[in-house]
């Protein structure tokens, strides 16, 4: 995943215009994910325009027992900075596009950034704009998807993927994780935290979709790591090791690693990675902190690892990602 510079959207005597948002509403479309930018980006403190059209301006029929109206047509899309592509029914994909979604999608503009929800995937694929490219879509229709278009990289196990200017999440509430994202990224963890607040989601879900996909029931009476896991988000700045993690869950280091794994998806050292880069993340954005302070405050060694682990994670150093929340400010 990459970063990229704050979105210049266009001025008016120096005032940015908010960033247009086109989502395309397709025949069998879910209605929980076709309102997700609207309700998510909506909150953004006017930063955003979301527009709905539908791929010749006509009603759409839901996945639903009811249709919905919209109030564009696939003009729409030309002028959209960014264009997301809402989730629809599994038994309407397929790996070739009807002729009016493939001249709707033909108008979006070079540079605009493309944004899937769950089964949206399935669009982008089939337009070819995926090609070469990792994406990712809901878990429970991924062998379908590799089976259609062998030519993108699927990465089934986690929450979203960012390839360039095209962007493709999991399942249903994924689509609020990448709305999030992408307010994050256009705008700081600030303003992302805000709007998760007052949606009453949570701004960063950890793990991927492995800990959705249907597994054996625990026994009964299993523990669960989710008090380690906040114990251990309160003290990142100390050395933890699984060690450390299983003696507070109680549980042996084997039992502890495989239950871990079982639940967010990712093993607990990838986990603390992943959550160390995400608070340094933040002080990044929102301090004057030095990047060995940071590094220190979240739990790496030194500044290098800090940088080590930044750059895996999202490709830029600190001083680069500090530089474009700072503009972007």
Known sequence: MTVATPRRTGTERGTPRPERVVVLALDGVYPFELG???????????RYEVLTCSVDGGPVRTSADFGITVEHGPEALEGADTVVVAAVSPSRVSADLPDAVAAALARIRPGARVVSICTGAFVLAAAGLLDGRRATTHWQVSDAFRRMFPRVDLDPDVLFVEDGRMLTSAGAASGVDICLHLVRQDHGSELANKVARRCVVPPFRDGGQAQ??????????????????????????????LADLAAHARMSRRTFARRFQDE????????????????????LEASDLSVDQIAGQVGFATGASLRQHLHAAIGVSPQTYRRTFQQAR
């Open 212 to 241: 959705y996909i249907e597994q054996p029931v625990p026994q009964q009476g299993a523990a669960s790591t989710a008090a380690t896991r906040a114990w251990a988000l309160e003290r990142l700045a100390e050395p933890l090791a």
């Open 264 to 283: 967010v998806g990712l093993s607990p050292g990838r986990w603390l990675i992943q959550q160390r880069v995400v608070r340094a993340r933040h002080l």
């Open 36 to 46: 997700m930018p609207s309700r998510i980006l909506g909150a953004a403190d006017g």
